[in-house]
């Protein structure tokens, strides 16, 4: 992946003024309504998490697609699944598919201890460059690996956010949450004709259960894409 956006004083205000029309433009008229989300979606740099060609467009209300089929999720989208997850201070809040890590430093800026689970090596380290600087050390931590085994060596975890569509919550995932734990994340149509759902799980009583809760189409995470079946 090419390298991050680093910004001159005159582009910076420009990109503040756009980060702002961004939350009272496209966020608050959503339904967006966490005040320590809106303050860390206000603050944080989206530029600095895209290549340079596609920086001017870091705060329009559109999916922005890097090669290789991962992106930024649109930011009302985004911020509406992070306001799903109900973050509180202190939560452990696990992020798969992290790509480079925008979200996850929202959650982090918004009181959580995060994990950024990101399975390319090039993306995960374009993360790393991005939130340099952005979140304290201990709030914030980046790893690589599969993204359907989740990061078991620091669940249970109060909250997981499935960074993009996915055709089923996997039950690898869901196992990782602590008790009242919450999974966001948006589930496939089933069938065509239908509309991608952002679904809210919970684990209770030991059990998951999985509710639909606002269309939001998204681009879909292909390290969850089903197998091909064979053609006859």
């Known amino acids: 992946m090419q390298g991050l956006v680093a910004m001159r004083g005159d582009v910076m205000q420009d990109m503040a003024e756009a980060r702002r029309r961004m939350v009272d433009g496209q966020l608050r008229p959503n339904r967006v309504t966490d005040g320590r989300l809106l303050a860390a979606m206000g603050e944080i740099p989206r530029e600095r998490f895209m290549p340079p060609h596609l920086a001017a467009r870091a705060y329009t209300d559109e999916d922005i697609r890097f090669a ?9 989208c985004i911020a509406r699944l992070l306001q799903l997850l109900a973050i509180r201070d202190g939560d452990r ?12 430093a929202v959650a982090a800026h918004s009181g959580a ?50 960074e993009g569509e996915v055709p089923e919550v ?7 949450l602590a008790e009242g734990g919450r999974l966001v994340t948006v589930l496939a149509p089933a069938t065509r004709g239908q509309a991608a759902r952002a679904v809210l799980g919970r684990r209770m009583g030991g059990s998951f259960s999985v509710a639909p809760v606002f269309d939001c189409a998204t681009l879909a995470l292909p390290a ?7 053609v006859f």
């Open 93 to 104: 809040v696990l992020v798969v598919g992290a790509g480079t890590g925008y979200a996850a």
């Open 224 to 230: 969850f894409a089903p197998s091909p079946g064979f």
């Open 113 to 162: 201890r995060v994990i950024a689970l990101e399975g390319d090596a090039d993306l995960v380290a374009a993360a790393r460059k991005a939130v340099a600087g952005l979140a304290a050390p201990d709030s914030l931590r980046i790893v690589e690996g599969p993204l359907g085994a989740g990061f078991p060596t620091a669940a249970p975890y109060d909250g997981i956010l499935i």
């Open 68 to 76: 290789g089929g991962r992106g930024l999720i649109q930011p009302m």
């Open 170 to 176: 996997p039950a690898t995932l869901a196992g990782q």
